[in-house]
């Protein structure tokens, strides 16, 4: 759908922005007193993880300002005794997309200018018992303007977890019921679609929800959808982890939890969207590849 006028697109920006920054905000804060509880196990005697964040600036393209490229982000990671690597981006840039990649996008048919703002989120956890995790939302500009986003729970052993893959699934389909009942199969169905591996034959964890492009043509009432994306993931996640953490594990526990780690590579560097737009708008690519674990293993 098209656009309002200039100073409406101006205030959602704002809007989504300040949203995704406040997040990222209370997540940090939330993982941090997770750190904090940490009762038992190898890492116990640790201390407790800190988030560092990191500011970073997007160049204009080729050192020419004129192009009108430009934005940032704060990239906010920690590794703790918890979560071995989490990181927790927010970015707001815009700038003109490539001739190569303008064709992709909706709404850049006549201008390939774009602006782009959003939470994003990935951890891997000390416990193999305690699931991985991904949740980004975000708002998007161009001669269109529209939400996407989700998360996905992958557990190292999905065979034993499937208790947390169904609470997750209910925190987030309560979120999609109080916008629009036909959300959550849609949403959960592109889900499962989008991270598969094609070359594995298999899904990369227990899904969760996946959307895009989501332009109702009432901005207020998808706005509000993707903030209860965000408040359902952080009520739920956190708990989830809390009732992990503890668990005792083994050796051949770290074992399985590494190889399955390096199925979460293989998505990432061949399949996934997100990291193609990064790379291709000029985006920061220590941010980018955050999502990477700290350690895997292919057998």
Request: charged residues 25%; contains cysteine; glycine residues 10%.
């Amino acid at each position: 759908m098209s656009l309002p006028d200039a100073e409406t697109v101006a205030q959602h920006k704002t809007a989504a922005s300040q949203w995704f920054e406040a997040l990222r905000t209370r997540i940090c804060a939330e993982f941090e007193a997770i750190e904090d509880s940490l009762a038992t196990g190898p890492h116990q005697d640790m201390e407790p993880g800190r988030f560092s964040r990191k500011a970073w600036d997007r160049p204009a393209v080729n050192g020419d300002a004129s192009s009108g490229s430009g934005g940032g982000g704060v990239m906010a990671t920690m590794r703790g005794r918890v979560f071995e690597k989490v990181g927790v981006n927010v970015s707001t840039v815009h700038g003109q997309f490539s001739d190569q990649f303008r064709g992709q996008i909706p709404g850049t048919e006549d201008d390939a200018s774009f602006w782009a703002s959003g939470v994003s989120l990935v951890a891997h956890m000390r416990n193999p018992h305690a699931p991985a995790v991904h949740m980004n939302t975000r708002h998007i500009v161009t001669g269109q303007a529209w939400f996407g986003g989700g998360a996905d729970l992958t557990p190292m052993f999905p065979e034993n977890h499937a208790d947390d893959a169904a609470s997750f699934h209910a925190a987030l389909q309560s979120a999609c019921d109080s916008a629009d009942p036909s959300y959550y199969p849609r949403f959960k169905d592109w889900c499962d679609e989008y991270f598969y591996l094609p070359h594995r034959d298999e899904p990369r964890g227990m899904g969760g929800i996946f959307y895009d492009k989501l332009d109702t043509g009432d901005w207020d009432t998808d706005f509000a959808f993707t903030k209860s994306v965000g408040e359902a993931f952080l009520d739920i996640y956190p708990r989830i982890i809390r009732s992990r953490m503890d668990q005792p594990w083994t050796d051949a526990d770290r074992e399985g939890q590494l190889i399955k780690r390096g199925r979460y590579v293989e998505f990432n560097l061949l399949h996934d969207r997100g990291t193609k737009f990064g790379l291709m708008t000029g985006g920061n690519t220590e941010a980018i590849l955050m999502s990477m674990p700290p350690e895997a293993k292919w057998p």
